[in-house]
């Protein structure tokens, strides 16, 4: 993937959000007859500016794109002309005030049920919830699970793919306990209820790959051991081999699969294996591969960066799409969001309480990489991903941390409990508390991100 894709997608996303953002504040305070001085996207120096409306708003595109601002008319920051002191911020009830500072988040959110409410009527592609054979010794196994089973409901609730499976799953781990799943043999309409338990999940599992360490493995068509994609800076690049090379042998053995091929990889970290290869009809000389060193899990394993070649017609049967109507798009637009969000809240939620690492806080850096690959993969993933991004910036803004939107409205809480709004003395306290704990949580995900760099 392109690093110019990637910056690109990472831009668009975050300015498209942050306009988002900041039209709600700017639109209710609009409402609520607020003089709007300035809409910038981005912060720092200005790059382009120009004015617009009865009040001459100067529309502002800045140097760095990582927020944006609606700055209005307030008495506390300057001086105001008898003639407009009606139309400060600070002039404004308790309640506009609030409806002004809640806009920017709910701009959000409502931007996510737009995304989902279009990508449902659509139908999203997915992956049949088909499984293979359960991993030894596993919740699944134990169930009674066997391979072929297609899975069409969790906890009472209708799963259409593989990635519904995976969302439902993450959520009811979290609740830990059992779980009733339903299920049926790929060619019957008879179906199956199992019992699934969570109690046995450890945090690593739960922050790693939770449906394998239920036991839950997905059923894909046979993959030949054959080159698919190659990482530029990967190891099997490095020695030469390309796209559709198909290995014979690693050493001595000679991998039937793509998954045994893995697995011969993964047992050799920082070492040099002896690949015998066919390009096109011609069998090559071997090639000396120096696998990659990498942690997964305080464990080095080994990697090529190398994927599969995977048929097109094979995946195209795996996948299936859902469309729905309008009415009903809606409802499950509004379920996603508030689903997303709320888990948002308890994983934040765990992570204070130490029950969930904070190695799951991500950053600028993780964001890119995402907003990168979501897009190389069309655009439906990509929307998904710009609900996803807009969904969390809308909790984050929530927090009751001040410089936050959540700051703010705890301070109007306050202000309205105690019929008087807080001291600038207080409010100028509170203000560097979040400076310091939104410059920690920042530092934070930033070194969490150095760190995944690092680690792949």
């Known amino acids: 993937m392109s690093l110019l894709l990637t910056l690109a997608a990472f831009i668009v996303a975050l300015s498209v959000l942050v306009v988002v953002h900041e039209y709600g504040h700017y639109w209710v305070a609009r409402r609520c007859d607020v003089k709007v001085l300035r809409f910038s996207v981005g912060f720092g120096r200005a790059l382009w500016t120009r004015r617009f ?28 002309s008898p003639s407009e002191q009606g139309r400060a911020f600070n002039r404004k009830t308790v309640w506009q005030r609030s409806a002004i500072v809640i806009a920017g988040p709910l701009a959000n959110f409502l931007a996510a049920i737009i995304i989902y409410w279009a990508l449902f009527m659509h139908g ?190 094979s995946m195209r049967q795996m996948l299936v799409k859902v469309p729905h109507g309008p009415l009903e798009s809606v409802g499950l637009a509004l379920t996603k969001t508030w689903e997303t969000a709320w888990f948002s809240l308890r994983m934040l939620g765990k992570m204070l309480v130490g029950e969930v690492s904070m190695k799951n806080l991500s950053g600028p850096i993780t964001i890119a990489d995402y907003a990168g690959q979501s897009a190389q993969n069309g655009w439906i993933s990509y929307l998904l991903f710009l609900a996803l991004i807009s969904i969390s910036l809308g909790v984050l803004n929530l927090l009751p941390v001040p410089l936050l939107d959540g700051g703010h409205l705890l301070y109007y809480s306050v202000e309205i409990l105690t019929g008087r709004p807080l001291t600038e003395r207080i409010m100028e306290m509170g203000q560097q508390v979040g400076m310091v704990l939104l410059f920690m949580l920042m530092a934070f995900a930033v070194y969490n991100d150095i760190f995944r760099l690092i680690g792949s």
């Open 53 to 80: 409306g009865a009040d001459q708003t100067e529309l502002c595109i800045a140097l760095i794109p990582l927020g944006g601002y609606v700055k209005m008319l307030d008495e506390r920051e300057g001086p105001v």
């Open 124 to 313: 999203v592609p997915g992956v049949s919830p088909r499984i293979d054979a359960p991993v030894a010794k596993s919740a699944a196994e134990r169930a009674g699970f066997v391979r072929g089973e297609i899975i069409t409901g969790i906890g009472g609730e209708t799963v259409a793919t593989w990635q519904d499976l995976r969302w439902q799953m993450l959520q009811l781990a979290l609740n830990g306990g059992t779980v009733s799943v339903e299920s049926r043999a790929e060619n019957s309409a008879a179906v199956q209820r199992r019992t699934l338990d969570f109690s046995g999940l450890t945090r690593d599992e739960l922050e790693g790959d939770l449906l394998r360490a239920l036991g839950l493995v997905l059923l894909r068509p046979p993959l030949d051991p054959v080159l698919g994609e190659l990482s530029t800076a990967g190891a099997a690049a490095r020695a030469g081999l390309k796209s559709g090379d198909r290995v014979l042998a690693v050493g001595d053995r000679r991998p039937a699969s793509w998954e045994e091929l893995v697995r011969l990889v993964r047992a050799a970290p920082g070492q040099p294996l002896e690949f015998r290869v066919r390009r096109g009809e011609v069998d090559l000389p071997p090639v000396i591969v120096r696998v990659d060193s990498v942690m997964e899990r305080e464990t080095a394993i080994g990697r090529i960066g190398a994927g599969p070649f995977v048929d097109q017609k």
